[in-house]
């Protein structure tokens, strides 16, 4: 859920679009993980707006983590929509497989292992 937030009346609209949709899941049986839930400003920026997002689970209030960095859909993406931290994940991944398959065949000829 995402929303452009300027001011405090913006954040207060964002936390009641959230409990609407948490009533809506909540109706549909399908129920949110608020343990798992993040708030992430975007911003290229210094000034963020300070809000304390909340969401009701199992008649308690808990507080929504905030968060600089999240990772969604396998995607890592930070407060400044920089993905230096994904980049360099994935190239330390790159380089472990490389790694792997060096150690694995370095007692094959060139011509087979093009063949592979």
């Known amino acids: 859920m995402s929303r452009y937030v300027s001011n405090q009346?913006?954040?207060?609209?964002?936390?009641?679009g959230f409990c609407a949709l948490k009533e809506w899941s909540d109706y549909w049986l399908l129920k949110l993980n608020i343990k798992k839930?993040?708030?992430?400003?975007l911003?290229?920026?210094?000034?963020?707006?300070k809000y304390?997002?909340?969401?009701?689970?199992?008649?308690?209030?808990i507080d929504l983590e905030r968060c600089n960095k999240?990772?969604?859909?396998?995607?890592?993406?930070?407060?400044?929509?920089?993905?230096?931290?994904h980049i360099t994940e994935k190239l330390n991944?790159?380089?472990?497989?490389?790694?792997?398959?060096?150690?694995?065949?370095?007692?094959?000829?060139k011509v087979p292992f093009v063949l592979l």
């Open 9 to 16: 009346d913006d954040s207060t609209d964002l936390q009641k």
């Open 37 to 41: 839930c993040k708030v992430l400003s």
């Open 43 to 49: 911003s290229f920026s210094n000034t963020i707006i």
């Open 52 to 61: 304390k997002y909340s969401a009701s689970a199992d008649n308690m209030i």
């Open 70 to 85: 999240v990772r969604d859909m396998g995607v890592i993406v930070d407060s400044k929509l920089s993905f230096s931290d």
């Open 93 to 109: 991944k790159t380089y472990s497989i490389l790694g792997i398959i060096k150690r694995n065949f370095q007692h094959v000829d």
